[in-house]
């Protein structure tokens, strides 16, 4: 794993500047994502009208775009608000389930080919499927894939894009460097949601930052230090998603520097 240098105050930034995110959202989870959004620090506007997209995306710093539901009329508002946000806005794709659904696959290509995304975060399938690597699907959720780094550096390097791959190790690259978040929370694999929420709190801190590389790995590793802590204050999956929200409001850069000493790696390093 190479590492750089990361600006882990970015967490207290967030919450100074209290930056707007657009998210054209999953409608199965668009609460939960509201809640974690605005848990760090952020103020998220769940847009649903396509005639509002010039408005919206005036008033947002950064935007979040979800497939998880997508349906005709998401796909014209996804591609009007794209069209008013290029280049002046930073963008995270989120392709849910292209590679369990050959419609979406194809929508997910035509973005990437039409608009440039800052940031795409899936799981190994889903980021397998866009650069048409080998892989196992279970719905939509990541199967047993090869190769992760390697399928995530060539995703990077097709789209010039940061690729945030997660699953059992979160993997962050441009293309050439890579980060392996230290931090695994099984309740995260658990909670319905817990990507699509990670992938708004990334645009959260693309909204203070044009540190791309900074802004993914310090939301990662903040929504993955929110669900170990979780873990310890909670006895099933529903007190632990109290947990989690809790955590994911009161880190700050101090607790998650903390958290980083107690553990016996040092991941500063």
């Given at each position: 794993?190479?590492?750089?240098?990361?600006?882990?105050s970015?967490?207290?930034?967030?919450?100074t500047?209290?930056?707007?995110?657009?998210?054209?959202?999953?409608?199965?989870?668009i609460?939960?994502?509201?809640?974690?959004?605005?848990?760090?620090?952020?103020?998220?506007?769940?847009?649903?009208?396509p005639?509002?997209?010039?408005?919206?995306?005036?008033?947002?710093?950064?935007?979040?775009?979800?497939?998880?539901?997508?349906?005709?009329?998401?796909?014209?508002?996804?591609?009007?608000?794209?069209?008013?946000?290029?280049?002046?806005?930073?963008?995270?794709?989120?392709?849910?389930?292209?590679?369990?659904?050959?419609?979406?696959?194809?929508?997910?290509?035509?973005?990437?080919?039409?608009?440039?995304?800052?940031?795409?975060?899936?799981?190994?399938?889903?980021?397998?499927?866009?650069?048409?690597?080998d892989?196992?699907?279970h719905?939509?959720?990541?199967?047993?894939?090869?190769n992760?780094?390697?399928?995530?550096?060539?995703?990077?390097?097709?789209?010039?894009?940061?690729?945030?791959?997660?699953?059992?190790?979160?993997?962050?690259?441009?293309?050439q460097v890579?980060?392996?978040?230290?931090?695994?929370?099984?309740?995260?694999?658990?909670?319905v949601?817990?990507g699509?929420?990670?992938?708004?709190?990334?645009?959260?801190?693309?909204?203070?930052?044009?540190?791309?590389w900074?802004?993914?790995?310090?939301?990662?590793?903040?929504v993955?230090?929110?669900?170990?802590?979780?873990?310890?204050?909670?006895?099933?999956?529903?007190?632990?998603?109290?947990?989690?929200?809790?955590?994911?409001?009161?880190?700050?850069?101090?607790?998650?520097?903390?958290?980083?000493?107690?553990?016996?790696?040092?991941?500063?390093?």
């Amino acid at each position: 794993m190479v590492q750089r240098q990361i600006n882990w105050s970015l967490i207290d930034r967030v919450r100074t500047k209290n930056p707007i995110v657009l998210n054209l959202a999953n409608l199965v989870t668009i609460d939960k994502v509201a809640d974690a959004v605005s848990a760090v620090g952020a103020s998220p506007i769940m847009s649903v009208e396509p005639t509002e997209a010039d408005e919206m995306v005036t008033l947002a710093d950064a935007l979040s775009i979800n497939l998880g539901t997508i349906n005709e009329h998401q796909a014209t508002q996804i591609r009007t608000v794209l069209r008013a946000a290029t280049p002046l806005k930073p963008l995270v794709l989120d392709p849910v389930a292209v590679s369990a659904i050959p419609s979406r696959l194809e929508f997910a290509h035509s973005l990437l080919n039409d608009f440039h995304f800052d940031v795409i975060r899936g799981n190994a399938s889903e980021i397998a499927a866009l650069v048409e690597a080998d892989n196992t699907s279970h719905g939509i959720d990541a199967g047993k894939v090869p190769n992760q780094v390697q399928i995530a550096k060539t995703c990077a390097r097709r789209y010039h894009s940061i690729v945030v791959l997660t699953g059992e190790t979160d993997i962050i690259t441009d293309g050439q460097v890579i980060y392996e978040n230290p931090f695994s929370a099984e309740m995260l694999t658990m909670n319905v949601g817990s990507g699509d929420m990670l992938s708004s709190i990334i645009a959260a801190f693309l909204g203070i930052t044009s540190n791309t590389w900074d802004a993914c790995i310090v939301a990662t590793v903040l929504v993955s230090a929110a669900g170990v802590l979780a873990n310890r204050y909670s006895v099933g999956l529903g007190s632990w998603q109290v947990q989690f929200f809790d955590q994911l409001s009161i880190m700050d850069t101090k607790a998650l520097l903390e958290f980083f000493e107690e553990s016996e790696e040092d991941y500063l390093d």
